[in-house]
Structure formats: structure tokens, C-alpha cells
């Protein structure tokens, strides 16, 4: 073998960069339709099994003579290149690379095939190289998953003809590449050159950028309750940013809309030159066409989708600034999709900002991207007192009798007989509970999951066989019955799986997570740090119970700059919002809240436990005084709707809204000087008495022995403590807070309050 020749000669100032085959490819060799139309695939362990399975079969044919997982490795100038072939079969000159499919082969998409011999084109080239060969043969092989059979795609190429593949395709991401990491350097620069944007930091606020600092270098999660109104986004980001040369990118993960309008405001003020900053939003918000299929012959931003991306993402990234309107004015200028095109940027943004799902949940994107591409991240939780509930969302599992019904009347003659066969299992699992309005079982009975198993299976085969989509009806089944299987089997004591009966022959089963921890910590330990931070986090050893954040985690409790002098906080002993009393409350309430309005006029806000009893509340408001500006929060508000009721709170008014706690209201909206004077807050927001909750209940008593302050006294304070927070923004700010319950006065109730209320 001669000696290899010489790599090309490049300018210092050129910074070195490194890619994986499998990221230059998808970044350069993607071609034609969007597609995502769904087709049965293999999973992740069934694909490492599937590929071990071809490599045994080689190795008893051939021996020695086949090499399994060949490290190739190659330059092209300042680009290094490298990557695992599946297999080398040395006397036949032939590289292998192995995919495993379900279904049709030919009904796979054309894009995917282009994508799987671009990386096997890549490999050719880089064996060409280090072997001297002149020509190689490149096999792509599609293992069957139902069967194990082979089916292989041959091709005869030259090592000129592959070099010409390889330089097309490093070149295009070269120019990228290195004028991305021209900019980091650059980025780096301005980053330490970042001052803090104000003459001086709140008291508190230096505390915790301090902290997330100190855990960003030290590679260790951080756990910090600090009080509303400090700029705790300010504190986070600064710190995080400071410190980024130890990660590749930034997730700041918000529980709503407000938070990510927040964080984005926050990255504004900080200004960094040349930082990249992508916000990321759901696909209901981001969709031009949602009764459109998701391919090219359904959507017209789906056909040629990757014919077009390139320079919709160069257009893109030079903007710096991807928020959701630009993203979508680029997208519209390019006629592509923007949901998806924003999920392109993600491998180039500096600082994504999103929901807790796209890194938290089971099949989360920027989880998903980070571990495949191998990203050190800092992970952001703003917010964090709401990552419990939605966490447990995300890793439970609904499905109705329902389901079966609506799914029988579209599906195919083939899967009528697994839909019965499930339908029967309801029966049967239904049979002698006539009396039960609601039951429980420690697991799904064995002949219930086996009917799920088969309808998934028939449902899969159906697909692949005819290369085209469930109706919706069917398709919400399929996914249910999917979610229900992967949430049963490595379920356990942190489940309640049970039945409701929901009218004659109806019912609904619930798989119902109670403690996220086993499935967040992966996202945990994956990170560099995952920093979660809120104004509500006390006990600190209930979040990390529950959110199974690691031993060594350290927490902090910030202590407030306000005093008490800022917030009169009153305690009425008087009135009960207990559920039997609650009418009887009314008239007391609306006596304290006129007394004081008359007393101080300006805008208050008064929180209540349900809609039906804000109703109540504002009726009586109005029989009292007529003349009096109310508005009042709705069911189902819309974004232009919440924030039409918050541009009520304008400086110097006079009016009342009214809200329930808990909800849009109640959190991540800054009414700062007037125009917020006092809130009441007419419930402890204790999460509703009902058999769910007393099983729940149970259970945590067993697993943690603090059963009703987990699942009632705790979640519910937590509340009331974010609602009272609208109050006090700043240290300027003055307020008056009404408690509307005597349970407040309870010693264990008053303990979870803020430490500098003053509170008798």
C-alpha cells in the first residue's frame, strides 16, 4: 500500500472542522419531497439487532474476510471526516451498508434512498482513499424486519467518479462550515467581551447567575428557587452564555407561551453579535396547510422541500435572529414549510428557545438531535414548578372504548377482525364491574395487551403493504394503542393504571405516570448541566424526588429583595373556600374586595379555584356595583384573547379581572407599578378530592410518606404563591394581598409562603 498523500496545506487562522458521514450527508445530499407519511419502521434496538444479525451471517460465510463497523476517516482541506461502514468484504471489494425496513421496499421514499447511497458513496470514496483502490462495489442492504430476508442494491463505482461525489459534497459543507466556525470565533469573542446590560445587578439576581454559572462550568445540575420580579431570565442567560465555551448550544425550555416571549426578550437585551438564536413553536401554530398531508403530493411546501432548503437556510441563519415571524417570512419567500424548516435550524442555532416536550418527552426533537450528533448542551428550565405535571403528561397514556368504535366504521375489511378482537377484550375486562363507576388493576390484563399487540402489528402490516395512511379515526387508535404498549411494560410503582366508565358500555383506561423521574433522568444526565428554576420550588426534595434529578444536584434558595413593607398581606380567617361553603363565601368576598377597591381604586386581579365559581363571583361583583370595570378570564382563551385581558391592566386605571388560579394568569405575565395595586386570592388551589387523587395519593404516601402534601398541599400553595408573585415586580413596587381562606393561617400552610411576607 503506498504512503498516503499529503493533507492540503491551509491558513492558520483556518479553525479545524469536524463532521460525522452521517451529518454531512444530511446536510448535503438531501434531495426532493417532504415526506412524512407514515410507514412502519424498526426501533433503534431493533436496528442494532437486525445489523448485528447481517454481520454474523457475513462472518460464518466469510470469515476473517469480512470486517464489521470499519472506522473510516478522511480530510478534505480544514474538513475532517469520519464514520463507521457496516461492512468491508475484503477478497470481493465490496462495502456494505446495512438499513432495516418494514413493509414495502419500494414503497420507501425516494429522498431516503438518495440519502443511504450518499453515505455509502461517502464511505466508498474514504476506503478508495486508504486502501489505494481504482474501484469498488457498494452495496446498500435493506434487511426486512418481518422476515430477515435480504434484499440488496448493487452499484460498480470508480475511485475518480466517488472523489468527484466527495468533494461535491464536502465543499458544499465546507462553505458552511467553516464560515460557521469563522463566526463562532467571532461569537466567543463578543461572548467574553458580554457585560451584564444594567449599571448593576438586582440583589438576588447576582446570587443566582453565579450559581448557574458555577454549574455550567462544573458540569453539575442546579435546582434554585428565586423570588419573582428579580429577572430571573436575565440571570440565566447571561451566566449560561458566559460560560458557553464549555457546550455547543443553549436550550432556555419554557411551560408557555409568555416564557418563550420572555427569554427572547431577554436575549434581545443582551445583544450578542452574531449569536443565532431559533424559536421553536408547535406544529399547530407554524402550519400553512393543517388539513394537508405532510408530502409532496398533498402540501406544495412539502414538494421539492429539500431541493429549496438550502438556500431557505442560508437566508435564514444570516438573519442571526429566527424567531417564529421570521422563520415563517423566510419559509414563505422559499415556498417551504416553516415548522419544518425551523427544525433544520435547530443544527445551527446557538440558542434555541421551547416548549419543555422538545427535549423532555419521549420522542423529543432537540433530545433526539443532541445525543445523535453527539451536543454538549446547557439545558434551561424557566419556570420549573410546572415541569412535574408535564412531564407525568408526556409519559401516560389515555385510550377509550371509543377508539375501537369510531376506527371500526372507516378501517379497511383486513383490520376489522383486530379491532373486534380489542373491542372484545373491553367487554370482557368491563364484565362484572357493572357496579364500579371507576376500578384499578396493578397491570393491562395479558389478553388486553395482547389484542393492543396484534391491532399495532395489522395496523403496521396494513400500512406497509399499502403504502398509504390510516384514516384519522383509525390513526388516532393506532396511536394509542402504540403510546399504551410503551408506557406498560417497563411501568411500575410509579403507575396507576385504571378504568372509568363513561356511559352505558363506554369506558376509558389511564396509564397514569406519577412520578416522571425514571424517564426524565436520561435528559438529565445527558447534559452538561440542566439548570430548572422558579419562584415556586419549595420543598426543594419534592422536585427532586419526583423529577429524579441526580444526588449531587445542587439547590439553592435565593433569598428576596423585596421587604414586607412593599406587600400588606392580609389573611381573612373569616371566609372559607371550602366546596360546601363556597356560596355562602360570596358575600363575604365581595365585601373585602369592594372594601378595598373603594378604599385604594386601581386594577386588582382576584383568582379563584374553578370558572363556574368566578362566574358566581362576578355576578355578585355586579349586583354590588353596577358601575364597576370587570373582565373576566374564559374557558379556551386564545393568545389575542389572554392578551387582550392583560392590556386591561393599563397604568392608572380602575377595574378588576377575574381569573382562575393556575391558569394563563397566574404566572409569566409582568404588571409592574400601578398597573397591577393588589390581588385576593380565594382558594389554596388544592388540586380537586376525587378517586384519582386519593389513589395517587396512596401511592406516594407509600413510595415517599408525604402522600397529601404531594399530591394536594404542595402543587396547590405553589399557586397561589406564582399568583401572588403578578403583585411585586420590582423594588419600587406596592401592593395589597388578600388570602380568602382561614386554612391559610394554618402553622404548615404558612411555612410554604415566601419567607419575607409578613404575614400574622
Not at 467553516?178 to 444594567?198: D, G, T, V
Not at 445542587?554 to 361553603?581: E, G
Not at 356595583?625 to 373582565?631: E, K, M, R
Not at 394563563?664 to 385576593?680: H, M, Y
Amino acid at each position: 500500500m503506498s504512503e498516503r498523500a499529503p493533507e492540503p496545506e491551509r491558513s492558520p487562522d483556518e479553525p479545524v472542522c469536524k463532521v460525522s458521514v452521517r451529518a454531512l450527508c444530511e446536510f448535503a445530499a438531501k434531495r426532493g419531497d417532504l415526506d412524512l407519511r407514515f410507514t412502519p419502521a424498526t426501533t433503534a434496538a431493533e436496528g442494532i439487532e437486525l445489523h448485528q444479525l447481517i454481520a454474523r451471517r457475513r462472518r460464518t460465510e466469510h470469515g476473517d474476510n469480512y470486517i464489521a463497523e470499519l472506522q473510516l476517516q478522511g480530510k478534505f482541506d480544514n474538513l475532517h471526516v469520519n464514520g463507521r461502514a457496516d461492512g468491508w468484504l475484503v477478497p470481493l471489494q465490496t462495502l456494505e451498508e446495512v438499513k432495516s425496513f418494514r413493509g414495502r421496499l419500494d414503497k420507501m421514499p425516494d429522498n431516503h434512498r438518495h440519502l443511504h447511497w450518499a453515505q455509502l458513496k461517502i464511505y466508498g470514496h474514504l476506503l478508495c482513499q486508504q486502501e489505494r483502490l481504482e474501484t469498488v462495489t457498494l452495496t446498500l442492504v435493506y434487511i426486512d424486519a418481518a422476515d430477515n430476508s435480504e434484499h440488496l442494491l448493487v452499484e460498480h463505482w470508480t475511485a475518480e467518479l466517488l472523489a468527484d461525489f466527495w468533494r461535491a459534497t464536502c465543499g458544499a459543507f465546507l462553505r458552511w462550515a467553516q464560515a460557521e466556525l469563522r463566526l463562532r470565533r467571532e461569537r466567543e469573542k463578543n461572548i467574553q467581551a458580554l457585560s451584564f446590560p444594567f449599571p448593576e445587578f438586582q440583589v438576588g439576581q447576582r446570587q443566582l447567575a453565579e450559581n448557574i454559572y458555577q454549574a455550567v462550568k462544573s458540569e453539575r445540575c442546579l435546582l434554585a428557587e428565586a423570588p419573582t420580579g428579580i429577572g430571573k431570565t436575565l440571570a440565566s442567560l447571561f451566566p449560561a452564555l458566559k460560560a458557553s465555551r464549555a457546550v455547543d448550544k443553549i436550550f432556555y425550555l419554557c411551560a408557555k407561551t409568555p416564557g418563550r416571549a420572555l427569554a427572547l426578550d431577554g436575549l434581545a437585551t443582551l445583544n450578542v453579535p452574531d449569536l443565532k438564536v431559533l424559536e421553536l413553536i408547535a406544529r399547530d401554530k407554524a402550519c400553512k396547510h393543517p388539513d394537508l398531508a405532510c408530502h409532496g403530493d398533498s402540501c406544495p411546501l412539502a414538494r421539492g422541500f429539500y431541493d429549496r432548503l438550502a438556500a431557505a437556510r442560508a437566508e435564514a441563519i444570516d438573519l442571526r435572529w429566527m424567531n417564529a415571524d421570521a422563520v415563517k417570512r423566510v419559509a414563505a419567500e422559499h415556498q417551504i414549510c416553516p415548522y419544518y424548516l425551523t427544525q433544520e435550524l435547530c443544527r445551527w442555532a446557538d440558542v434555541v428557545v421551547a416548549d419543555y416536550n422538545y427535549y423532555f418527552d419521549d420522542t423529543a426533537l432537540l433530545y433526539g438531535l443532541a445525543v445523535s450528533l453527539q451536543w454538549r448542551v446547557a439545558v434551561l428550565v424557566d419556570e420549573a414548578h410546572n415541569l412535574i405535571d408535564r412531564a407525568r403528561a408526556m409519559y401516560s397514556a389515555t385510550l377509550t372504548r371509543d377508539h375501537s368504535k369510531w376506527a371500526l366504521r372507516v378501517a379497511p375489511k383486513a383490520l376489522h377482525a383486530p379491532i373486534k378482537a380489542l373491542d372484545k377484550r373491553w367487554q370482557a375486562l368491563l364484565k362484572g364491574k357493572q357496579l364500579a363507576q371507576r376500578f384499578t388493576f396493578d397491570q393491562l390484563p395479558d389478553k388486553f395487551v395482547i389484542a393492543l399487540q396484534n391491532l399495532v402489528s395489522e395496523c403496521s402490516r396494513w400500512q406497509a403493504e399499502k403504502g398509504q395512511p390510516l384514516e384519522p379515526a383509525l390513526q388516532e387508535l393506532f396511536f394509542a394503542a402504540s403510546q399504551c404498549l410503551r408506557i406498560a411494560e417497563p411501568a411500575d410503582d410509579s403507575y396507576i393504571f385504571d378504568a372509568e366508565k363513561t356511559g352505558r358500555g363506554e369506558a376509558e383506561i389511564h396509564l397514569r405516570n406519577l412520578v416522571p423521574g425514571p424517564w426524565l433522568a436520561p435528559r438529565f444526565d445527558y447534559s452538561v448541566t440542566t439548570v430548572l428554576f422558579s419562584a415556586t420550588l419549595k420543598p426543594l426534595d419534592y422536585q427532586c424526588k419526583l423529577l429524579g434529578l441526580a444526588p449531587d444536584t445542587v439547590t439553592l434558595m435565593v433569598p428576596s429583595p423585596f421587604h414586607a413593607s412593599q406587600l400588606r398581606v392580609n389573611i381573612c380567617r373569616d371566609v372559607s373556600t371550602r366546596f360546601q361553603h363556597r356560596d355562602k363565601s360570596l358575600p363575604l368576598i365581595v365585601d373585602k374586595v369592594m372594601t378595598q377597591y373603594r378604599a385604594e381604586p386601581g386594577n386588582y386581579l382576584v383568582f379563584l379555584s374553578s370558572f363556574d365559581y368566578l362566574e358566581k363571583v362576578a355576578l355578585a361583583l355586579q349586583f354590588a356595583a353596577p358601575d364597576l370595570t370587570l373582565w373576566k378570564q374564559q374557558r379556551g382563551m386564545g393568545e389575542p384573547a389572554r392578551q387582550a385581558f392583560v392590556a386591561n391592566f393599563q397604568p392608572r386605571a380602575r377595574g378588576i379581572g377575574l381569573a382562575v388560579l393556575g391558569g394563563a394568569f397566574g404566572e409569566g405575565i409582568d404588571l409592574t407599578g400601578d398597573r397591577l395595586v393588589g390581588a385576593f386570592i380565594a382558594t389554596l388551589g388544592l388540586p380537586q378530592f376525587n378517586p384519582v387523587n386519593e389513589d395517587i395519593k396512596q401511592r406516594l404516601d407509600d413510595c415517599f410518606g408525604s402522600g397529601y402534601d404531594y399530591v394536594y398541599l404542595y402543587p396547590g400553595l405553589q399557586k397561589v404563591v406564582q399568583a401572588a408573585g403578578r403583585i411585586i415586580r420590582s423594588t419600587n413596587d406596592k401592593g395589597v394581598l388578600y388570602l380568602l381562606d382561614d386554612r391559610f393561617s394554618q402553622a404548615k400552610v404558612k411555612s410554604l409562603l415566601p419567607d419575607w411576607w409578613q404575614v400574622d
